[in-house]
């Protein structure tokens, strides 16, 4: 196991007293232990907001750190998934770094020691060092390995991912069950659609570098604060990005959750399987916000690839696309359509690439730092923009402009 965070001095001491106590649980469990490793100094600017809504800034020395682990094997059979059923379908957890089998997905919740039907909730799947795979439930778990308790595998895969933990990765679910929040599914897409739209998309992975994921923003607004002292704070949060609703957050919620309940259950990969299965939930929990969450984005992807293999079709048109104006010549664009709005952090903030399209089907692509929470895609507008780069993409000629400025919408 190798990944990597950004952590003070404070987090980081706590870090290597975690895996500390680790190793000697590792020790234990016959487990190669992990190593912490810190790989360069840097120095970052953080922000807090202060009672009152005063903004702090201020700089603080973290250290890039690795942790070098292993997950265990026993007995030649090694930990693959966890299964979890889900308002009748099956929730497929990996371990990092492994491939659960596709048939898993359509088999019974049964287990391959004790050949039993009944109802199960967990399921596991191993891997044995030639090739076999099997599937077995919790109660079994013991004799199939021959004498080890479920709670000795479980704290060996917990081992592997508990290293994950302490740095901030995904290890939801391998612990013990405990009851969870739920929140309706449209509710907490409108949030992630409002999140994305002002804030920009950032994964759980990305958040190990930001203040916060586009899931837990969106949590939080679904469930926002109750004493009074964050109120204020989440008030200011709330207001200084202005994060309301708007029209074209639920047209785009329903659009992509309709696209993902209709995932299919097979020839796809883990990700879209599972994502599949949690839009078809009709709720949402903690251990699936992530994956939810990541929807608006994956269906915005999915869009951009159909629109392109529309336009790889129409050959005469991506043919005679050119190039549009003067280079560093500032002019006037009438009539074009928004084709396209993607919001991500830059190093300016919020960033927005706006792609035109002019009526002869010219494009023109525009990297914008203001709001545009009056644009949407299907608007047709009249800009005034300076002619900042004549590209190529994909072999299709595009304009890039900047400093640009919408006059007037046509429609």
Known sequence: MNDYVQLDSFDLNMLREKIYLLNKKAKKLGCEPATVEVLDEVVIERSKIMPGGRVLKYNVPVFNVTVIGSTPKLAGWSLVAKIEELEGEKLIKCVPGETCPAYFRTNGLYCDHCNSARRRKTVFVLKHEDGRYVQVGRQCIKDFLGGKSPEQLLAQAAWGFSVSGALGGASDGWGGGHHEDAIDMIEYLNAVAICIRRLGWVSKAQARFEDSSTSSDAWTLVRPPHNAESIKMFDHWVESNDLHHQE????????????????????????????????????????????????????????????????????????????????????????????????????????????????????????????????????????????????????????????????????
Request: overall charge neutral; proline content about 1%; charged content about 30%.
């Open 248 to 411: 074209r957050d639920e047209k785009l919620v329903t659009e992509a959750l309709e696209w993902g309940k209709a995932l299919s259950t097979t020839g796809t990969d883990d990700y879209l399987y599972n994502l599949g299965v949690a839009c078809r939930a009709g709720f949402v929990l903690r251990s699936t916000s992530g994956i939810v969450a990541s929807l608006i984005s994956a269906y915005l992807r999915h869009m951009e690839r159909e629109e392109e293999i529309a336009q790889r079709k129409c050959e005469d048109a991506v043919k005679s696309r050119e190039w549009v104006g003067k280079l560093k010549v500032r002019r006037r664009f009438d009539k074009l359509t928004v084709k396209s709005m993607k919001s991500f952090e830059g190093d300016w903030g919020l960033t927005t690439l706006v792609v035109f399209e002019d009526e002869p089907g010219n494009l023109i692509k525009w990297f914008a730092t203001v709001n545009l929470d009056d644009l949407e895609p299907g608007d047709v507008v009249n800009i005034k923009a300076t002619v900042k780069k004549h590209g190529d993409y994909n072999g299709v000629k595009e304009t890039m402009v900047n400093r640009a400025k919408i006059l007037e919408k046509v429609a």
